[in-house]
């Protein structure tokens, strides 16, 4: 009886945080463009890469502010709501990249745009374009909630998915990232702490609701800006 009043908690969590990530979706389909701004700036560069059935709006929060101080961000549009599986997203977002050569820039990443961001820092970056990841609520070492998902998009986040493993296992480039995640994430019950990582954590509990906190705008700004070793 307790194991299911467990998971009648686990799941009233996830459907409370729900109306959170709606919000960001109603805000994308009222002020879908991108404010013209955003390629402004002479401190690094940012890439913004969006979770899963996401677009970039979900983390508008926290562009707004790396924009205010003075970061050029930049959208993958060509990602739309980010639903092919993560090493063809990745081609995607490098070949965007590209186009525009950027160098010496940092990636700002919610959920699954984490994963795709370590892909492009273990498997694309040969040439070490990238500075840095700061992935929110990001599954490193994938999520038993998966399993009992239909979409192919999200059952891609199995632990037991060769892509999610291969990155698992990959980790030279850990160093050079950050993970951020809320005290508890009902979608990804493990959390996102990633051996080697720098790991932060927001007091807020919600795979979505992370995004609104007060508290996260600033912190990535710092993340962005925080001087690294070598």
């Known amino acids: 009886m307790s194991e299911q009043r467990s998971l009648a908690r686990h799941l009233a969590t996830i459907v409370g945080d729900f109306p959170n990530a709606l919000r960001f979706r109603a ?3 009222r002020d879908w463009a991108t404010p013209g701004g955003y390629g402004d700036g002479d401190k690094i560069p940012v890439v913004v890469l969006p979770g899963v059935y996401e677009t970039w709006h979900y983390l508008r929060p926290v562009t707004e502010a790396l924009s205010a101080a003075g970061h050029p961000v930049h959208v993958m549009k060509n990602l739309g709501i980010n ?5 063809a997203s990745a081609t995607l977002v490098w070949n965007r990249i590209l186009e525009l050569d950027l160098s010496g820039f ?3 990443a919610h959920s699954k745009g984490g994963l795709i961001g370590k892909h492009l820092l273990a498997f694309e ?3 070490r374009r990238i500075d840095r990841l700061i992935a929110i609520a990001s599954p490193f070492n994938g999520t038993r909630m998966a399993k009992y998902t239909f979409p192919a998009a999200v059952r891609e986040f199995r632990p037991d998915n060769p892509v999610v493993s291969a990155l698992l296992a990959e980790q030279t480039v850990n160093s050079r990232i950050v993970s951020i ?3 508890w994430d009902p979608h990804i019950p493990d ?3 990633l ?9 807020v509990v919600g795979h979505f609701r992370i995004l609104l906190h007060e508290t996260l705008p600033q912190l990535v700004v710092d993340e962005v800006e925080r001087e690294m070793s070598a």
């Open 191 to 193: 959390g996102s702490t």
């Open 125 to 127: 970056d040969v040439d």
């Open 27 to 29: 805000r994308a389909l």
């Open 83 to 87: 639903h092919r599986p993560i090493p």
């Open 195 to 203: 051996e080697g990582a720098r790991n932060l954590r927001v007091p």
């Open 181 to 183: 995640e809320p005290t």
């Open 106 to 108: 940092a990636i700002v």
